[in-house]
């Protein structure tokens, strides 16, 4: 199943940058951006992971679907492929994928039951860049950006032995 042109955040779509989780596994992962419409069907068809509405003043929607790949088979703890990342021609896609980017989410669907429940659940399959927002990083990076006083500069050659005190 594809979604065609959707808005997205939170692309954590490699294996140097994934959702990690001691509790529950690492995923690769992408927040997609959906309206209310959708999101209630969604939610109507019992789909999981379901549609959650965004934090009010969100600047790119007001609903949203996380979906998800496992990094590991949860039966066997064998490693997964990561999600396919490609651009608009069908290469390989390696950079970070900011925030309000428009992409193609292609992810499948099955049903299961389960102790007498049922449902529907998603796996993130690939990821097709279309409009590309570069990251920007959120300001909360670890860059040190104290203020320094400048540094004399000594050239060592003009030092002798009779400069050096012990």
């Not at 492929?81 to 994928?97: K, L």
């Not at 669907?109 to 049922?118: L, N, P, Q, S």
């Not at 399959?125 to 279309?130: E, F, L, S, T």
């Amino acid at each position: 199943m594809i979604l065609d042109n959707m808005k997205v955040a939170w692309a954590k779509l490699r294996e140097d940058n994934k959702d990690e989780s001691i509790d529950f596994g690492d995923t690769w992962s992408i927040q997609v951006y959906v309206d209310k419409d959708f999101a209630t069907k969604w939610n109507k068809a019992d789909m999981s992971p379901k549609a959650k509405q965004a934090k009010d003043g969100d600047p790119l929607g007001d609903w949203h679907v996380q979906f998800k790949r496992d990094c590991v088979w949860k039966k066997s703890g064998d490693a997964k492929t990561p999600p396919v990342v490609v651009d608009n021609f069908g290469n390989e896609f390696s950079a970070n994928i900011g925030n309000g980017s428009i992409c193609n989410i292609q992810y499948k669907k099955w049903t299961w039951e389960y102790m007498g429940k049922t449902g529907t659940s998603t796996e993130l399959q690939g990821v097709q860049v279309v409009e590309l927002v570069e990251y920007a990083g959120d300001g909360n990076d670890d860059t040190v950006a104290f203020s320094f006083d400048k540094q004399e500069v000594v050239s060592l050659e003009d030092v002798t032995s009779e400069d050096i005190p012990f």
